[in-house]
Antibody, heavy 119, light 107 residues
């Protein structure tokens, strides 16, 4: 069974940093592109970042470019999101998400971890 | 960036009704479009991929069509368990972008 478990969320002050982690199991992690998708309270979905299976291709939404860094460790079956210079508008539930087969189509999601940016 | 415009933003229909949601891309995305369902407090669920392909295990009352810039998502006979918010999402350009969502309620 595919499982994605996020951790690392919490309360942080504006301008602060946070690192999210996603532990994957139940599939060959090194074979799939992975993503972070977020959802602000009461709002819609926003695709944050994607990374290919071998980390060769990385994409960011314009709203986080230059502040967030996605990475993965295939030996540890783990995905990460380093978030710097956090803003109030980054407050959201962050989902770790696995692509189906083709990059850009997610068919497995974690339960999400809440990041709150507030003074 | 590719913008996805989804309409309506909300709708109310009776059980058994046919429900249609549209999604328009700001440029040609071929068939690189997915539809997701999200219930309150839950992660989204993939229903339709590549514009018209039903994900495994998804009931056949859900369907999708379209290509280029204009897409349609249909529930042929609305059921109480279909109450949710539905999102279209393009993946012609990564990272993908979502439409604003359509909240479906029972009348």
């Amino acid at each position: 069974e595919v499982q994605l478990v996020e951790s690392g969320g919490g309360l942080v002050k504006p301008g602060g940093s946070l690192r999210l982690s996603c532990a994957a199991s139940g599939f060959t992690f090194s074979s799939y592109s992975m993503n972070w998708v977020r959802q602000a309270p009461g709002k819609g979905l926003e695709w944050v970042s994607s990374i290919s299976s071998s980390s060769s291709y990385i994409y960011y939404a314009d709203s986080v470019k230059g502040r967030f860094t996605i990475s993965r460790d295939n030996a540890k079956n783990s995905l990460y999101l380093q978030m710097n210079s956090l803003r109030a508008e980054d407050t959201a539930v962050y989902y770790c998400a696995r692509d189906r087969a083709v990059a850009g189509t997610v068919n497995y999601w974690g339960q999400g971890t809440l990041v709150t940016v507030s003074s | 960036d590719i913008q996805m415009t989804q309409s309506p933003s909300s709708l109310s229909a009776s059980v058994g009704d046919r429900v249609t949601i549209t999604c328009q891309a700001s440029q040609d995305i071929s068939n690189y479009l997915n539809w997701y369902q999200q219930k309150p407090g839950k992660a989204p669920k993939l229903l339709i991929y590549d514009a018209s392909n039903l994900e495994t295990g998804v009931p056949s009352r859900f369907s999708g069509s379209g290509s280029g810039t204009d897409f349609t998502f249909t529930i042929s006979s609305l059921q109480p368990e279909d109450i949710a918010t539905y999102y279209c999402q393009q993946y012609d350009n990564l990272p993908g972008t979502f439409g604003g969502g359509t909240k479906v309620e029972i009348k």
